[in-house]
C-alpha cells in the first residue's frame, strides 16, 4: 500500500503538491481538476488510471487529492486527504480563499511528503482508521438510541397530555350527569308533588259526591 503523489487545490488552482516519484500525477491531476464541476458541494470521488487510482475530496471548496496504487484501497487514501484537509485549514485558514497558486508548496509540500510516508509505511495508520470507524459507528449508535429516547420522551408526553384529555372529559362527563340527575329528580318531584295534589282533588271530589247525593253535587248547592 502506497501513496505516491499529493495535492492541495482551490478549484483549478494549485496551492500545494507533492510527488514522491517521477510520474505524470501531475498532469492527471490537473485534468481531474478541471473535470471536477465548479461548485461548494462536498464529495468524494475515485477515478482509474492504469494500475493507480487518483482520489478525491473536496469540502467547503477545497479540494485534497492523491494518487495510490490500487492495493491501498479506498479508506487509507480518504484516510490520508482528511489529515491534509485539516491540517491545510488549521494551518492557513482563511488565507486559502484568496492565495496565489503554489502559495503554501514551500511549507505543505514537506507535510505531504510526511504524511504520505506515514500513511503508506505505518500499519498504526489503518489501525487509528479503523478505530475512526469504530468510533463513528459507536457515535450513530448512541445518536439513534438518544432520538429513540427524545422519541419515547415525545410519546410519554403525547400520553401525558392525552391522559389530561381524558380526565378533563370524564370529570366534565361526571359533572354533565349529575346535572342530568339532579334534573330529573326535580321533575321527579314535581309531577309526585302534581300527582299527590290531583289525588287529594279526587278524594275530596269523591267525598263531596257521597256527601251532596250525586256527581253533580246539587244537594250542597240549595
Same mark, same amino acid.
Given at each position: 500500500m ?6 492541495v ?12 516519484t ?7 491531476a490537473?485534468? !481531474? ?11 468524494n ?6 494500475r493507480y487510482?487518483?482520489?478525491?475530496k ?7 487529492l492523491?494518487m ?6 479506498r479508506? !487509507?487514501p480518504f484516510?490520508?486527504l ?5 491540517r ?9 480563499h ?8 514551500d ?8 504524511q ?7 500499519p ?8 475512526k ?22 410519546r ?26 339532579n ?10 308533588a ?28 240549595k
Amino acid at each position: 500500500m502506497e501513496i505516491l503523489y499529493g495535492m492541495v487545490a482551490r478549484g483549478q488552482v494549485v496551492l500545494a503538491e507533492f510527488s514522491s516519484t517521477q510520474t505524470n500525477a501531475n498532469a492527471i491531476a490537473r485534468e !481531474i481538476l478541471a473535470k471536477i464541476p465548479d461548485g461548494n458541494e462536498d464529495c468524494n470521488a475515485s477515478y482509474s488510471s492504469d494500475r493507480y487510482i487518483f482520489h478525491v475530496k473536496r469540502t467547503d471548496g477545497l479540494i485534497v487529492l492523491c494518487m495510490a496504487n490500487d492495493a491501498s484501497g479506498r479508506r !487509507i487514501p480518504f484516510a490520508f486527504l482528511e489529515d491534509i484537509h485539516q491540517r491545510f485549514v488549521k494551518t492557513y485558514g482563511r488565507a486559502i480563499h484568496s492565495a496565489a497558486a503554489y502559495a503554501m508548496n514551500d511549507d505543505f509540500s514537506r507535510i505531504l511528503s510526511q504524511q504520505m510516508h506515514h500513511y503508506s509505511n505505518d500499519p498504526e495508520a489503518d489501525r487509528l482508521n479503523r478505530l475512526k470507524g469504530e468510533m463513528s459507528q459507536v457515535r450513530s449508535v448512541m445518536m439513534d438510541n438518544i432520538e429513540k429516547v427524545l422519541e419515547k420522551g415525545d410519546r410519554l408526553a403525547l400520553l401525558v397530555e392525552k391522559t389530561s384529555t381524558l380526565q378533563g372529559n370524564t370529570i366534565r362527563l361526571r359533572r354533565q350527569a349529575r346535572r342530568f340527575r339532579n334534573t330529573l329528580w326535580c321533575r321527579n318531584v314535581k309531577l309526585t308533588a302534581v300527582s299527590v295534589v290531583v289525588l287529594i282533588l279526587v278524594l275530596i271530589y269523591i267525598v263531596l259526591a257521597f256527601v251532596c247525593q250525586g256527581p253533580l253535587l246539587l244537594s250542597c248547592f240549595k
